[in-house]
């Protein structure tokens, strides 16, 4: 009897012989296919109901419709000005509140006395709709460029700073009564032990702070633009286009989803030190 347990279980501990798959040589070579399997589905679906009668295509155009209509703005209406038009004022606004959420975040999560003078004035501010900016903003500043990135930094900076104050507060105390055991100074001990472990948090915020800036320029380009792609959207309203306003929304998503992973692929080698789950996976 225990002859018969052992054989079976050396059996079972041989490999197993090699299946044969027809698609094996295809693993890992159609990943970049994966995220756009939804988006060509639901367009396929749009697709076929407005074909077919189910929707309403003047008021909900197919993406068919749509994509003629980015061509026809491309070569009639200078879509290539508009689009530098929105990039420019996002990448401006988002770059400005980026640095002023950094310093006065890495001040706050650093100097408590700081962070009790500081940091109550800032979440109130926080909660202040971002359309209620608009009016002062025009009373300031008028309708040209300066309110529009004003804005913009003013969406992009909340997340930003919130992320980095909150992350160097969530440092690891272990870490942190190390560095003062070896007496590192204020810019040692941010340099080498708060701003390391608050990046993965800080670099999160960057990129929710440039999700919000794409949102507030649509606000921000309703002040008076005579470009961008909110002012297309004004212009699809006013002359009852509804593949134009569509369009305008599309390319919002495209600019938007193309910003994020280029932060996200910028800020990778910075965070190839980590040994978390997604680590695992790679």
């Not at 940091?119 to 460029?145: C, H, K, N, Y």
């Not at 990129?207 to 909110?230: D, K, P």
Request: aromatic fraction near 12%; charged fraction near 15%.
């Amino acid at each position: 009897m225990s002859s018969i347990t052992a054989d079976t279980a050396l059996n079972s501990a041989k490999p197993s012989a090699r299946r044969f798959r027809p698609f094996q040589f295809l693993k890992g070579r159609l990943t970049w296919i994966e995220p756009l399997i939804l988006p060509l589905l639901i367009a396929g679906i749009w697709e076929g109901a407005a074909k077919w009668g189910w929707i309403d295509a003047l008021l909900l155009p197919p993406p068919s419709a749509v994509a003629e209509e980015i061509a026809y703005l491309w070569h009639n209406q200078d879509l290539d000005l508009h689009i530098q038009a929105t990039v420019w004022r996002v990448a401006v606004g988002f770059a400005a509140g980026a640095i002023v959420a950094t310093i006065l975040g890495a001040i706050t999560g650093y100097a408590e006395r700081a962070f009790r003078a500081i940091d109550p004035t800032i979440q109130a501010l926080r909660s202040i709709p971002s359309i209620a900016w608009v009016p002062l903003f025009i009373l300031w500043f008028g309708i040209f460029e300066a309110p529009k990135v004003l804005l913009i930094a003013v969406g992009a900076f909340f997340p930003i700073y919130l992320g980095l104050s909150t992350a160097i507060h969530g440092a690891d105390r272990k870490l942190v009564e190390v560095g003062r055991v070896y007496r590192l100074s204020a810019a040692a001990m941010i340099t080498r032990i708060l701003l390391p472990s608050s990046l993965p948090a800080y670099l999160t915020g960057l990129r929710n702070g440039l999700a919000l800036g794409w949102m507030f320029v649509v606000a921000a380009e309703f002040m008076g633009a005579s470009e961008g792609l909110g002012f297309l959207l004004i212009d699809g309203q006013m002359t009852g286009r509804a593949q134009t306003i569509i369009a305008s929304i599309f390319l919002f998503a495209c600019l938007g989803k193309a910003s994020d992973w280029l932060l996200a692929g910028l800020s990778k080698p910075l965070l190839s030190w980590q040994d978390d789950f997604q680590s695992t996976r790679a």
